[in-house]
């Protein structure tokens, strides 16, 4: 079983995520384990104080790095990553995720605020990991997006794929496919017909095979 082990400020942003389809069927299934805990448990003083103002001045809190260091020593298993959510990291692809499906444990450290204290990327994080060129209010949506690539290509977590669909997306880096469903030809107004390609109403396996292998997207 995966362990994913969410390190954050806002625990509460992953409660109904966790409860609803195939992630909450997964973990009842004991395919995988998603717990977000609370920074604050290893902040031991008054307050729990878990940031700080920022060194050289400027504006906003920076997380400190004792809370940090204390949750991922508590934290930590064999054959774990530690990775920190940064818009400054690696950006998170579907080869990062096979990567990480291999694993039985991700850590995953959600910054907030003005981000975290550097000293967490140079010694503490295995991965400093973006999910794209752009500055969200925290790193939940990160750890969300990089749990559900992975866990989805752990073995049983989206149901017994069939030998076709699965020789494709063995594939180290590649994304799926197009999919269509009936109907066969949908017509919104009057003279337009929107088809769906004849290769996948043929009944043809290796024909069907060779379209999606040349319709997926594969990403380095
Ligand atoms: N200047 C800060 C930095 O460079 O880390 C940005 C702080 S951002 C407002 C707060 C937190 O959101 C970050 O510490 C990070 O954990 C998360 N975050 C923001 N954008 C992200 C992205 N594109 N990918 C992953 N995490 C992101």
Redesign the pocket.
Known sequence: MMKFDIITIFPGIFDSWVKESIIARAQKNKLIKIKAHNLRKWAKDRHQTVDDRPFGGGLGMVLKVKPIFKAVSALKNRKTKII??????KKFNQKMASKFSKLDQLILI???????DERIAKYIADEK???????????AL?AMVVIETVARLIPGVIGKPQLLKERITKQKGFIEYPQYTRPEVFSPKKGVKWKVPKVLLSGHHKKIQDWRQKHGKVVE
């Open positions: 920190l959510f940064t818009p400054r990291g959600c910054g907030r605020y003005e981000g975290v990991v973006s999910i794209g060129d752009y500055d969200l209010m925290g790193g990160a």
